[in-house]
């Protein structure tokens, strides 16, 4: 099982077949919203790095983590961060990224699912949804104590969270 699949195990109710037929689909559909962020996610994490952290972080590809305590558990990160402003902070500069593309045609991060708004107008990843669940699995197996959660929308429009184990 993946992070990415994480919240549907951890919220289910009952139903174990179910839960087991979603967990392995017969075919795979990749919608244009996942096209557009397969597509876009390296500009993302670009953007990210040089204009939303102003070149103050350095970001690495990851691959398939599986941490050998419980291997029926993998995640594979967006991306791993150096943060040099945590390190200036004493915090572990070694974090996470995870990106996602907000769809096209979007105008507002207020419609965006997966964040919510704060009485300062400051947004962050939902407790509830499942991207919040993916990076807390991604977490837990790597070791981290933080992720960026970046949503983009276009170059000069995205938002940035910091969501901690």
């Known amino acids: 099982m993946t992070a ?19 967990m392995n689909p017969t075919r795979f559909d990749q919608t244009p919203a996942m096209k557009r962020g397969v597509e876009l996610e390296l500009h993302a994490a670009t953007i990210y790095a040089n204009v939303a952290k102003n070149g103050r972080v350095n970001v690495f590809p990851s691959g398939l983590i599986i941490k050998p305590k419980c291997p029926w558990l ?16 004493d915090q572990n ?3 996470l990224l995870e990106v996602k593309v907000v769809k096209e045609g979007a105008t507002s991060f207020d419609d ?13 990843l939902k407790k509830n949804d499942i991207n919040y669940y993916q990076v807390q699995c991604q977490l837990g197996l790597t070791g981290l104590d933080w992720c960026d959660f970046f949503s983009y929308m276009y170059d000069d429009m995205f938002v940035c969270t910091r969501t901690f184990f």
């Open 4 to 22: 990415s699949k994480f919240s549907t195990v951890a919220q289910r109710v009952s139903n174990c077949e179910n839960l087991v037929n979603q």
């Open 74 to 89: 993998g995640c594979s990160p967006d991306w791993k961060v150096y943060d040099l402003d945590a390190l200036g902070n």
């Open 93 to 95: 500069p070694f974090g």
């Open 112 to 124: 965006v699912r997966y964040l919510t708004k704060d009485n300062i107008n400051q947004y962050s």
